[in-house]
């Protein structure tokens, strides 16, 4: 049984994130205790299958024993090492030069974060610091979509565009704009892709009208929405995105933060549709959750010009654990993992939770499926023709979540009645069959 007292220290003393205060020390803390796979123990002695890998990071599953020693090594032979002053460490470094290897196009420059939300941060740093080096500081604005996730730093908040983000901060900056998202079960112009697209195409070219030519520094873009409801884009839409901004001088970035490291497929995303964006995030994947780390890619040309303009000057901009040395062995034991079997994995596992979540499209409640790889939801609706929304559909999906961890299994239960799976990519086939099974038991008791 779980001492009360520690029930009792959380509700004093442990602020979480995304939580209100007041629900909190209501509803009490689930603490875990133990995993190994994609399962997780609770306090209680509760078994729970992950089907959503943390936080969408966990994707090599739990209890790596290599990944493990990794980390352990690291700390004992070298735990900290900062990267200021042209000081470095060897995990830091070959890292960098992995990723560089395994990135698009000319990504060939890594700069590493703590975790995705200063990733996001350092790109708008950067893009300013870029704009200023060619003489064009003007272009100070950025445009991101409608239902974008792109973390919860002070500015990087301001790209995202949940509301529950923005809710009580006050109004987000004047810097930031939204054309609307591709979400091709509700857009207004249909689902037809090549409609969606230009209608996408058209948004982006227009905002940069409104707001001036010379005046936008950058799309930002996930190649899937994740926090958003996982609103998985028709095939071609990043290429056209990508393309359009090339056209309107514009820079293009991807936010991988979710769908990099095997999560759709491939190693990146962008791969799919043969895209180079000019600055590209990850995170969670990257250490599969075993240690804080994020990552900037920033293109060759990018570099070429923040270089130049900045001669020998220092860029002002770096944090004490940048390129941290645990951090890096770990992300370095992790990406063996990916391409020794992991990556394989996830794209089997993959095939079959889509298969199997397509299965769930005849239950009275789901009205649309949809994902790519090992992320996915089910969207549920209460009049499938309608595309009627479930009736107060965050405490249906506070529900939801309750009855599935009831049934030892793990979603994410967004807001507007969206149930998303993001599922360790070491997944066995039994294991999601689990999931799909699991999540029927709980569809059927939401009826
Ligand atoms: N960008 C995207 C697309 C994300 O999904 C997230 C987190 O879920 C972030 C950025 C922020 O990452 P972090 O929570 O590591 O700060």
Not at 106 to 118: A, N
Not at 146 to 155: D, I, L, N, P
Not at 248 to 266: K, N, S, W
Not at 271 to 298: Q, R, S, W
Request: with cysteine; aromatic share 8%; glycine share 12%.
């Amino acid at each position: 049984m779980l001492s009360n007292s520690l029930i009792e220290a959380d509700r004093e003393h442990l602020l979480h994130p995304l939580s209100s205060f007041r629900g909190h020390e209501r509803e009490g803390v689930r603490v875990m205790a133990s995993a190994k796979g994609a399962w997780l123990t609770d306090r209680e002695g509760h078994r729970l299958l992950d089907g959503f890998a943390g936080l969408w990071c966990v994707n090599a599953g739990y209890g790596h024993e290599s990944i493990v020693e990794a980390a352990a090594e690291q700390m004992r032979r070298l735990p900290y090492a900062t990267g200021y002053f042209d000081l470095g460490s060897e995990p830091a470094i070959k890292l960098a030069e992995a990723l560089a290897e395994r990135a698009p196009g000319d990504l060939d420059h890594v700069y590493f974060t703590l975790g995705g939300s200063d990733a996001v941060d350092s790109t708008i740093r950067f893009i300013r610091y870029y704009n200023h080096a060619r003489g064009t500081p003007e272009r100070d604005q950025f445009i991101s979509l409608e239902q974008g996730f792109h973390g919860s730093s002070t500015a990087g908040a301001g790209l995202t565009a949940l509301k529950g983000f923005h809710t009580g901060f006050g109004v987000p900056y004047e810097w930031q704009h939204k054309i609307p998202s591709h979400y091709l079960y509700r857009n207004p112009v249909g689902s037809d892709p090549e409609t969606v697209i230009a209608a996408s195409v058209a948004a982006l070219t227009a905002k940069v009208d409104e707001i001036g030519k010379d005046r936008v520094a950058a799309f930002y873009a996930e190649p899937i929405q994740g926090s958003g409801g996982v609103l998985v884009p028709p095939p071609g839409w990043m290429k056209a995105m990508a393309q359009t901004c090339r056209e309107l001088g514009i820079l293009f970035v991807a936010d991988e933060v979710i769908t990099g490291f095997g999560r759709t497929g491939p190693l990146f995303a962008c791969e799919e549709e043969g895209v180079v964006p000019d600055f590209m995030t990850v995170a969670k994947g990257l250490t599969a959750g075993y240690a804080p780390l994020g990552a900037v890619f920033m293109a060759d040309h990018v570099y070429q010009t923040i270089a130049d303009g900045a001669g020998d000057v220092a860029i002002g901009h770096g944090y004490t654990y940048s390129g941290h040395p645990v951090s890096t062995a770990v992300g370095l034991e992790v990406l063996k993992l990916y391409e020794g079997g992991l990556l394989d994995n996830g794209r089997r596992a993959g095939k079959r939770l889509m298969a199997g979540l397509e299965s769930l499209g005849e239950h009275p409640l789901v009205g649309d499926v949809r994902g790519r790889g090992m992320l996915a939801a089910i969207e549920l609706v209460t009049d499938k023709g309608a595309k009627t929304p479930l009736p107060a559909a965050a405490e249906a999906g506070k529900r939801v979540f309750d009855r599935a961890y009831k049934n030892g299994l793990i979603v994410r239960a967004f807001a507007q009645g969206v149930i998303g799976f993001a599922p360790p990519l070491c997944c066995s086939d039994e294991e999601i069959d689990e999931i799909v099974a699991r999540t029927r038991r709980v569809l059927d008791e939401t009826l």
